[in-house]
């Protein structure tokens, strides 16, 4: 069992938390001998791993896990011996939420584009729990790979209006920001308008350079 809170009175050996959801007293009697449960209180530095993140990482590793064959401790040591090589260090912890916020976001960045550089097909994370959430959709962006659903060969919408009638190969779309969605969430889109669709599913559109349009191949 593992609960967060926040701390709000100390007398001497005395604490009190609010914890982010009721205690469950029946599963923690089940799980003791004693007459009273007995917890053990950690304090998480703020900057670390968030326990969603890490929820996320592992989730990931069992999506590959599932789809290679390979376990899931074979292919947590993969991908971190990997990411260390790709950014040049030594090898990392993320015992007790042992890595930053932001380390944390980049590897889930990098697991997220393993995945579908090798299309290995993953069930639906939720990527906006990561550190940086634009890095993440940028992912989603490159790989069309809807923001809502996750669904592939997703299309590519614009977040500002075009407009009809406009010649889309002259418009400079690098001013402009985008989205990748599947057929169904882009009919909702219009359906609902955009300023719904966004508050229902936060999203964050994403903007590219010059450069990144090209390659993206939007706009013709």
Do not use: W
Request: with cysteine.
């Amino acid at each position: 069992m593992e609960y967060e809170g926040s701390l709000l009175r100390v007398q001497g050996d005395e604490v009190t938390f609010r914890l982010d959801r009721d205690f469950d007293i029946a599963e923690a009697q089940r799980m003791t001998i004693k007459d009273n449960p007995r917890s053990i209180i950690r304090l998480v530095d703020e900057r670390n791993m968030t326990k969603d993140q890490n929820g996320m990482i592992h989730g990931l590793f069992n999506d590959i896990s599932l789809y290679t064959g390979y376990p899931p401790e074979y292919v947590k040591d993969l991908l971190k011996a990997m990411f260390s090589a790709h950014k040049g260090i030594e090898s990392f912890s993320m015992g007790n939420y042992g890595i930053s916020q932001v380390f944390a976001g980049e590897f889930i960045e990098y697991i997220l584009e393993f995945c579908f550089e090798q299309q290995i097909p993953f069930k639906y994370q939720k990527f906006h729990l990561a550190s940086d959430i634009t890095r993440i959709l940028f992912i989603y962006l490159k790989y069309r790979a809807c923001f809502v659903c996750g669904k592939e060969h997703a299309d590519i919408a614009h977040f500002e209006a075009v407009g009809a009638g406009r010649n889309r190969k002259k418009i400079d779309h690098s001013q402009h920001r985008f989205m990748a969605l599947c057929r169904d969430h882009h009919g909702e889109q219009h359906q609902i308008g955009i300023e719904t669709f966004m508050k229902k599913h936060v999203l964050v559109p994403i903007k590219l350079k010059p450069e990144q349009v090209k390659e993206f191949k939007i706009g013709g």
